[in-house]
């Protein structure tokens, strides 16, 4: 069997598109060295070569530097031989007609990840041949969430049932204990999230007037935002007329290191997302001894279980946010639980075993 990959892109960039890339080509180039029959070659449009990594076996891995034109005649050309078509993102659907003229017989899936298939005017509003293209040329889709995949069938038509639920996961090593968040500073808060115009339902903006409100009730925070882009000089200017600019401290974009010495000095983390298409930074938080809170939207509720292994809130409003940074605060017995069963979810659902597992399933479907 031969598995085509169009990615665009995986090695040259960190996000979380680029992640799940990365984790799939892992993935593949496994199922090729367990069976010798699977053949795997996968074209990224936007890396350069020098960003392709040496160490995946199995894997025929070519690279454009953003070259459409050459992506899109190599990716028919491969596709022309091949039984299993996964196509990274919906961007490439227009080579899903092509595919099924040239090769008929070959199954086409397509990734969904999030707000590039919800539709609708606040995201990204569907082309007018979409709907059709997606329901006579992509055999399945592998939907992030079960709330991605009912924005889908909702605005173009497909078929729930041809919709397989394809979850993110971490790395974790569960003999890792990290240091217990309740001997470190109790009040120390994490935020982690780009903060380009189009983020502004990540609602960064209340996390900092939830740190005004806990200043009123007598709880001097500390916020770390880990992030950049247009918004950081409103948030700024924000932090400043709340009279919390001494307790927000905005550290821009950080490198790996320094994200996981804030990781390691933070007791709580925070990010009230609307727009998750699945929710892979409050896994990052559990893997790293945090526990979480997070908003009672999008698909967020499908990772975090309020009460269990995090806290959901609902609306997003500055109170309501400071009620429940106040209730972690004050009781470390409770956040310690809820990290030991978010650590226990990732064992269990969002690990890389079981990502493989799933992928093999995918892959056997038709």
């Not at 064992?347 to 992928?359: E, T």
């Amino acid at each position: 069997m031969k598995v085509v990959f169009l990615a665009q892109g995986a090695f040259s960039s960190i996000g979380g598109i680029q992640r799940f890339n990365t984790r799939l080509i892992q993935s593949l180039s496994q199922i090729s060295c367990d069976d010798v029959e699977c053949e795997v070659e996968v074209m990224i449009r936007s890396d350069s070569t020098r960003d392709l990594p040496n160490n995946m076996p199995g894997v025929v891995m070519e690279s454009f530097s953003g070259a459409a034109a050459g992506f899109a005649w190599r990716s028919l050309l491969s596709a022309v031989r091949a039984q299993r078509i996964i196509l990274g993102h919906i961007n490439f659907l227009p080579l899903a007609v092509l595919f099924r003229l040239l090769n008929p017989r070959a199954s086409v899936y397509m990734i969904a990840h999030g707000i590039e298939v919800w539709g609708g005017a606040e995201f990204r509003a569907y082309r007018w041949w979409e709907p059709l293209a997606l329901r006579k040329c992509v055999d399945h889709i592998l939907s992030v969430s079960e709330f991605t995949a009912k924005k889908i069938v909702d605005h173009t038509g497909y078929k729930a049932e041809k919709i397989i639920n394809f979850p993110n996961v971490i790395d974790v090593d569960v003999s890792d204990v990290p240091v217990d968040a309740a001997v470190r500073s109790s009040a120390t808060i994490l935020t982690v999230t780009r903060l380009s115009g189009s983020e502004r339902k990540k609602n960064v903006n209340i996390v900092i007037s939830a740190i005004a409100e806990l200043k009123k009730i007598g709880i001097v925070a500390t916020l770390h935002v880990v992030g950049d882009g247009e918004l950081l000089g409103e948030l700024k200017a924000l932090a400043a007329d709340l009279a919390v600019d001494t307790q927000v401290v905005f550290h821009g974009k950080v490198s790996d290191d320094q994200l996981n010495l804030l990781y390691r000095s933070a007791s709580i983390f925070v990010l009230p997302s609307e727009k998750e298409g699945f929710g892979i930074v409050y896994l990052e938080a559990w893997k790293n001894g945090l526990p979480v809170i997070a908003a009672k939207a999008t698909a967020i509720p499908e990772v975090v279980d309020d009460g269990v292994d995090g806290l959901v809130i609902y609306p997003v409003e500055p109170a309501v946010l400071c009620r429940a940074l106040a209730k972690l605060i004050d009781d470390p017995v409770l956040a310690r639980k809820m990290v030991e069963n978010g650590r226990r979810k990732i064992s269990d659902k969002f690990n890389h075993p079981a990502f493989v597992r799933r992928l093999k399933a995918a892959l056997k479907v038709l």
